[in-house]
């Protein structure tokens, strides 16, 4: 094991633990509307790392995290990073067959948890009581945090983060939007979401306040605006869908929040108008970013400009690259896809067999190791980058080439759709065709009304074939995009 680099960021826990011991009583965490102080924290930490060292586990093996968000699974993952022991951090919502073979992939020598009852969990780790002090040494090139993709296409692959790399993108991520002490910071993503890094864990580390948000509730408008005035809150992260529920509910201004971050998924027209009246002293940004590479791009956004939103420019020490189909790289307009590099991205996935799709040298000649996004970026004439869609879901319909994404986003566009996923399904007589599924605000919008809503906006092989209207929300990934093999599942293989 190389030696820790001195010059390198301290790590995670190592800064969470300087805060506690500066400021004990401060309130680190607000769940259910309890106050959870710094001192109260570090205890829960400190009793799980001694339930972790009388599992007598081997040193360095890893291990799975199966718990939903709350106090107690927090306290667990700083014990696991003081003891240096990396840990793989899946959707507890992911079927058990996904789960044992994530574990497996991982080496996971136990599975842990902090909630009774959990199938597949080893050791239920409870967090009172005592223990010793939490470890500081660490070495940035070792694995803490195992995310995983969303896995919407199949197994989800596993990403290593190094500690180094999370310490680099939280102080970041701080410094960017003015996240510390006396300041208060919204975690709406689940645990395992990539999102966690800036909301809870950057939070922690530099001593300011979270508002954990529950997923059992995490659809409710009432309930999410109610935590954001309730607590003050100042800064806030998440998926559209969060802003769009917030914006369905209530037209009451949030006047304590100053950052609103969105990220994750495209912005739709409707939900981007929403935004300046719910935050009418917050800057808006999109931040753009894969699990993989954690964030990219940022850009601070005007309504007025209308959509598809920027992707922004780079963010510091981040190098990004359009290449086109043949492999060239693109200097001028144009769509390509995007190769990133990155200070706090993973050095590849756990599994070094799916590297080769991803990962490799820099386009034209560059320097270091890039990761290809598989997102189709377009750079207009002015320089500015937005998101066209994805390599993997371009499809041909009728001989031409089709982007769903696209025909998703004029979807999203009609005041009566609440969301939208289009599917290229097989078809006896077309060979493809697009199927269009449908979550309707209003009852009485029928299939006719959205097909004519797309032919007005897109060419005749883009229109879908199919449109069907759903009363119930779309299965969602872990990561809350739209599950598209249960889509296919559920709606067409049933038939309904």
Avoid at 301 to 316: F, H, N, W, Y
């Amino acid at each position: 094991m190389r030696p820790t680099d001195r010059s390198a960021p301290r790590s995670l826990v190592h800064r969470f633990q300087a805060r506690a011991a500066r400021r004990p009583g401060a309130t680190a965490l607000v769940w259910r509307h309890t106050e959870v102080d710094y001192g109260g924290l570090h205890r829960l930490a400190r009793a799980a790392y001694a339930r972790l060292d009388a599992l007598g586990l081997p040193p360095g093996a890893p291990v799975g995290v199966l718990a939903a968000k709350s106090p107690d699974a927090i306290a667990l993952v700083l014990a696991l990073l003081a003891q240096r022991r990396p840990f793989l951090l899946p959707s507890p919502t992911l079927a058990e067959p996904t789960l044992r073979a994530l574990f497996a992939q991982a080496g996971c020598v136990a599975v842990l948890s902090t909630e009774q009852g959990r199938p597949l969990v080893d050791h239920v780790i409870a967090t009172d009581g005592d223990g010793p002090e939490l470890p500081t040494a660490s070495d940035p090139d070792e694995v803490g945090f195992m995310l995983t993709t969303s896995g919407s296409t199949g197994l989800p692959k596993v990403v290593p983060l190094s500690t180094g790399a999370t310490a680099r993108f939280a102080d970041w991520a701080a410094a960017e939007f003015d996240i510390g002490p006396h300041r208060t910071v919204l975690s709406y993503a689940p645990l395992n979401f990539d999102l966690s890094l800036l909301d809870l864990w950057t939070t922690l580390a530099a001593g300011g306040r979270v508002v954990l948000a529950e997923a059992d509730h995490s659809t409710r408008g009432a309930y999410l605006l109610d935590l954001l005035v309730a607590h003050e809150v100042n800064v806030v992260q998440a998926v559209p869908m969060f802003f769009q529920l917030l914006a369905d509910h209530t037209r009451t201004p949030v006047s304590t929040v100053d950052h609103v971050i969105v990220t994750g998924d495209v912005l739709p027209e409707r939900c981007l108008a929403a935004l300046p009246d719910l935050f009418p002293n917050a800057r808006l940004h999109n931040l753009y970013g894969c699990t993989e590479t954690n964030d990219s791009f940022l850009h601070e956004i005007d309504p007025g400009a209308g959509v598809p939103v920027p992707l922004g420019k780079p963010i510091s020490g981040v190098d990004a690259v359009l290449v086109d189909s043949d492999g060239a790289v693109i200097d001028g307009p144009g769509v390509g896809e995007l190769h990133v590099r990155t200070p706090f991205q993973t050095a590849g996935y756990l599994d070094p067999a799916l590297d080769a799709d991803r990962f490799g040298p820099g386009p034209g000649g560059r320097a270091g190791r890039y990761f290809r996004s598989g997102d189709l970026v377009r750079r207009h004439p002015d320089g500015q980058l937005t998101l066209e869609g994805r390599t993997d879901f371009q499809v041909k319909v009728r001989g031409v080439r089709i982007n769903p994404q696209e025909v998703e986003r004029v979807l999203l566009a009609h005041p009566d759709v609440a969301e939208a996923a289009v599917l290229a399904l097989p078809d006896p007589v077309a060979g493809t065709a697009l199927h269009a599924f449908v979550g309707r605000r209003d009852r009485s919008l029928n299939s006719l009304a959205v097909r004519k809503h797309c032919a007005d906006r897109l060419p005749r092989q883009a229109i879908p074939s199919a449109v069907h209207l759903l009363d119930t929300p779309l299965p969602r990934t872990a990561t809350g995009k739209p599950d598209r093999a249960r889509i296919t599942r559920d709606h067409v293989e049933k038939g309904t």
